[in-house]
């Protein structure tokens, strides 16, 4: 084993064995493994826990200790992480949002209700449809 994949996010932070992320300098605490595949598992375990962090996985040699040697250009500096992670250096300040004019309430004019149209009666029938036992070849049988 000469070399093991150890996880790193967008803030230049590692992640430990207990899952919690750290600037990297201590590599004994570090999470590490030789198996590609675990790291992937890991990486998507820490990634559910937290969707927005962009996680990837480092190829690190070992030490003659067995300990991941992290790369200088892989660690952050102490100044990035000591403000606040989610914001990354040299970002613009965000501006006051503004409401866009689409999304104004506007007053629709009133417009008169039209008049219901007139609508005439249904005709009656000419002929009403016969009622039970009013056939006319039972009354004229019986007559």
């Known amino acids: 084993m000469s070399h093991v994949y150890v996880l790193t996010n967008q803030?230049?932070?590692?992640?430990?064995?207990s899952g919690e992320w750290l600037e990297g300098r201590e590599p004994n605490k570090l999470f590490r493994s030789e198996h590609k595949d675990v790291?992937?598992?890991?990486?998507?375990?820490?990634?559910?826990?937290?969707?927005?962090l962009r996680i990837e996985l480092l190829q690190c040699e070992l030490n003659n200790k067995g300990q991941p040697l992290v790369p200088e250009e892989s660690?952050?500096?102490?100044?990035?992480?000591?403000?606040?992670?989610?914001?990354?250096?040299?970002?613009?300040?965000?501006?006051?949002?503004?409401?866009?004019?689409?999304?104004?309430?506007?007053?629709?004019?009133?417009?008169?209700?039209?008049?219901?149209?007139?609508?005439?009666?249904?005709?009656?029938?000419?002929?009403?449809?016969?009622?039970?036992g009013e056939n006319k070849s039972e009354s004229e049988s019986a007559a």
Do not use: Y
Not at 39 to 52: G, K, P
């Open 11 to 17: 803030h230049q932070q590692f992640l430990s064995k």
């Open 75 to 132: 660690l952050a500096e102490n100044s990035t992480l000591q403000g606040d992670p989610e914001i990354e250096p040299a970002a613009p300040e965000e501006m006051p949002a503004q409401e866009p004019p689409e999304l104004e309430p506007q007053v629709e004019p009133e417009v008169p209700a039209e008049p219901a149209p007139e609508v005439a009666p249904d005709q009656a029938p000419a002929e009403t449809p016969a009622q039970p």
């Open 39 to 52: 790291a992937i598992n890991q990486m998507f375990e820490a990634n559910t826990r937290d969707v927005s």
